[in-house]
């Protein structure tokens, strides 16, 4: 009878297909880094998207008007990826605390909802169970279309892990996967809904009805792998209750439902030839057990059809092929055993998670597979039942993430060094230069405070002018020499007292009021046009006084700038340098502990197997004398 | 009789084992739970701690390499359900190659699902630049093309952001937009 844990590992498997869903980007991305961050995620680089959604989120955080910035419009949509991100990457604290933000924060029901339901999810897979169930009930109002289902799910699976299948079955009878808008999602978990309520009926002690929803599972359509896993789990489940209950026929109908070449092939063959057998039908048997027979050597299933075939022919009183089949057994047996042996010895020299950890075997979806290729890995195939676990896949993620974090710590360190070289060089490339460089602005910065008191004195000046007149201060170089001679001339003419007034004279003084008369009359006819153009001038000059403001603000950004490039970076350099040096010491020790729980879980997975084994052996070796007996009292 | 026994054994052992193969990994970790709960954690925390170390590093990167001042960065953007197949994008500033990336499909899928890629981040001073962007691609049918557009850029003080949109020829979109920033 297939218990709840057989029934949480599907359970697991539903949800990983959920999880596989990611925060679609929306279509005009407004805030190019949070495109960044999805780049990275779309890719499963987890680490890098949260590296750039922390950065971004950090800066939006810490700014005075949030909604100015770009990723105000995907605010609801960030705060969730982090926590999506953080759940990838197997950061359930962080994640579940990012989640709780927005669970408690000033988002509209659909936001919160859908929040309540991660929260949900991260319980669940923490087995804190009773949590769950709080946030599921935190759910209220408007929710999404595309997770109703999935939560409605979640709710039975929390149901049937705390041994409330009751509960589970009225929610599974429910849903109606199929029924909502997200077709695609709730398709998905068609199978697994229907294989859970058929465990969920079972626990609640409803055998009829358990049988009946089971048999509606395995005949469920549909052609994805994960359909027909769940459908030729349901035929197996199903064949081995009708079988433990003696009804052999509909057993052997069920089993005979398991494809031939599905994952749970092997276990389908066996019991079908176990039916079979149970009803005296061991011709009949024996066509699935030879089936299997043939098959990989170290399947569970296989090595149990290696004693059940003798044991069919014994009964069929063929004893002296009992015999040999036996014999051939035993040999199976003990080629077996060196093997498990074999490879514990190559787990205990490390070989295991050195082999996990080599890229090229990552490669592709089978990479467990393609481990026993590698030299010196051990025999992986007495491993797939544990490398399926659950636990183990978190172990072995946690391991690898581990290592991936170890290489980023040393990029770091080699970062770090390569950031103190820049720092230094800059210093000493412009520490000798900067002295002159200064001495010279100082210079340039006085004549130009200089001219800029020069300008400023004109402009005073021609605002006054607009107010009260004054011709003489807008003659040209020419004209004020002119004036000045005129005035030197007026007063030698002028000055001579005593002196008896002559011709000469008078025509002289004349000619110099003409001259006077006529400066004056250009001065004061042609006032107002030099005014405007005084005027348009200084407006030039304004236009280069700018420019020069902007080349001296150019100048200091570039002063400052010089030494903001080398100067204060010592202390964060060696803090840094410090915590990278800290965390490698850590991550060291995490790596260990870390890689002797695989490996102590990998041993013990192989003892466990080879117990069995040796106790097959025994079986197959009193089955060799048994059938000799049996035959030598036949001949007689 | 014997053979009755026999088989009654039989079902009873392969019933252990199917049992034991059900439940065999969980029970190996269910003993170790505790503990690699602990260890989970500090793995988690050592996650924490290495983003932490990485996000301040890349904002003493940033200031060091690429001050505000002078700062560009191109981004890369697919246009909205465009169905070309991106091959490789150059980028030149100012005559001078700075950037040339082939994709992946896995990068490929990113961008088509509204992913957008940082392609160049550098230093540019104060001023108008020109930005030259190759696209090599293939339509729908699979026969290449090839589009090379030329913007120009003005820089501030402010760091500089640029998107550039690509669409592939059966869109009718431009084939590279340009969105500054």
Do not use: C
Not at chain 1, 26 to 44: C, M, N, P, T
Not at chain 1, 171 to 200: D, H, K, T, W
Not at chain 1, 223 to 240: E, F
Not at chain 1, 521 to 542: C, F, G, S, V
């Amino acid at each position: 009878m297939p218990d709840g844990r057989a029934g949480r590992r599907f359970i697991a498997l539903g949800l990983a297909l959920v999880l596989a869903a990611l925060p679609a980007a929306g279509s005009d991305l407004r805030d190019l880094y949070f495109g960044e961050a999805l780049y990275h995620a779309f890719q499963g680089q987890y680490f890098e998207a949260l590296q750039r959604l922390d950065a971004e989120l950090g800066m939006h955080r810490g700014l005075d008007e949030p909604e100015r910035d770009t990723l105000h419009y995907h605010i609801n949509n960030a705060e969730f990826s982090v926590g999506d991100f953080e759940l990838h990457y197997r950061m359930d604290q962080r994640a579940g605390r990012a989640i709780t933000a927005v669970l408690d924060g000033a988002f509209d029901a659909a936001v919160r909802n859908e929040a309540a339901y991660r929260l949900a999810r991260i319980h669940f897979q923490k087995n804190q169970f009773d949590e769950a169930l709080s946030a599921l009930a935190r759910i209220r109002g408007t929710v999404p279309e595309e997770i109703r289902d999935d939560i409605e799910f979640l709710r039975a699976n929390v149901y049937l892990a705390t041994a409330k299948p009751g509960e589970a079955v009225k929610v599974l009878q429910q849903v109606r996967p199929g029924e909502s808008v997200a077709e695609s999602v709730a398709e998905s978990l068609r199978g697994f809904v229907a294989y859970n309520l058929g465990i969920a009926l079972l626990q609640d002690g409803r055998h009829k009805e358990a049988i009946e929803q089971l048999d509606k599972a395995g005949q469920l359509p549909g052609s994805d792998p994960a359909d027909l896993a769940i459908r030729d789990k349901s035929n197996l489940v199903l064949g081995t209750i009708l079988f433990e209950a003696g009804d052999f026929e509909r057993a052997r109908h069920s089993l005979d439902r398991v494809q031939l070449d599905g994952p749970f092939s092997n276990q389908g063959l066996l019991r079908a030839g176990m039916s079979e057998a149970a009803a005296k039908q061991y011709e009949r048997a024996l066509v699935p057990w030879n089936i299997l027979v043939d098959r990989e050597p170290t399947d569970v299933a296989v090595q149990e059809a290696m004693l059940a075939v003798p044991h069919a022919y014994s009964s069929l009183n063929l004893h002296g092929l009992a015999a040999i089949l036996y014999g051939h057994a035993v040999e199976l047996f003990n080629t077996q055993i060196e093997k498990v042996d074999a490879s514990i010895r190559s787990i205990t020299a490390g070989n295991f998670l050195k082999a996990l950890i080599r890229e090229e075997a990552r490669q592709d979806e089978g990479w467990v597979i393609r481990l026993r290729g590698l030299p010196d890995a051990p025999e992986t195939y007495y491993l797939m039942e544990l490398m399926a676990s659950d636990d183990f896949q978190t172990a072995l993620k946690n391991y690898l993430d581990l290592d991936e974090l170890r290489s980023k710590l040393i990029e770091s360190e080699a970062s770090l060094k390569a950031l103190d070289e820049i720092v230094q060089l800059r210093g000493q490339n412009y520490e000798p230069l900067l002295p002159g460089v200064d001495s010279e602005f100082r210079k340039l910065d006085t004549r130009m405070r200089l001219r800029l008191e020069e300008r400023k004195l004109l402009n005073k000046r021609m605002q006054s002018m607009l107010t009260s007149p004054r011709p003489e201060h807008l003659a040209t170089a020419e004209e004020r020499s002119a004036a000045e001679s005129l005035a030197l001339l007026e007063k030698t003419v002028g000055k001579q007292p005593g002196r008896s007034e002559s011709l000469e004279l008078d025509a002289l003084q004349q000619r110099v009021t003409r001259l006077r008369g006529v400066l004056t009359w250009r001065l004061e006819t042609e006032y107002h046009e030099r005014l405007t153009k005084a005027h348009a001038h200084l407006k030039q000059a304004d236009a280069d006084v700018d420019e020069m403001y902007r080349q001296y603000d150019a100048f200091i950004r570039a002063r400052q700038a010089t030494k903001h490039s080398y100067v204060g970076y010592d202390p964060q350099i060696a803090g840094l340098r410090d915590r990278v040096a800290e965390a490698l010491q850590r991550i060291d020790t995490l790596i260990a502990r870390q890689g002797q729980m695989i490996e102590t879980a990998a041993i013990k997975q192989l003892e466990t197997r080879r117990e069995r084994l040796v106790q097959q052996q025994s079986e197959a070796r009193f089955g060799v004398a048994d059938s000799y007996d049996r035959a030598g009292h036949e001949g007689k | 009789m014997g053979a009755r026994v026999r088989l009654k054994r039989l079902t009873s052992l392969n019933t252990i084992v199917l049992l034991i193969v059900v439940l065999m990994p969980a029970a190996i970790f269910a003993q170790k739970e505790k503990a690699s709960q602990g260890l989970d954690e500090q793995v988690q925390d050592m996650k924490a701690d290495v983003l932490s170390i990485a996000a301040e590093l890349s904002r003493l990167e940033e200031k060091l390499l690429y001050p505000s001042g002078t700062q560009v960065a191109v981004f890369i953007a697919l246009a909205k359900d465009d169905h070309m197949r991106l091959d490789a994008v150059r980028l030149q500033i100012d005559g001078k190659l700075v950037a040339h990336h082939i994709y992946s499909a896995k990068e490929l899928e990113a961008l088509r699902k509204g992913g957008v890629q940082r392609i160049y981040v550098g230093n540019l001073a104060t001023g108008e630049h020109q930005l030259e962007a190759l696209v090599d691609g293939k339509h729908e049918g699979g026969s290449d093309f090839s589009r090379k557009q030329l913007f120009t850029i003005r820089k501030e003080v402010k760091p500089k952001q640029v998107e550039l949109t690509l669409a592939g020829p059966s869109s009718g979109a431009a084939p590279i937009a340009m969105g500054e920033f």
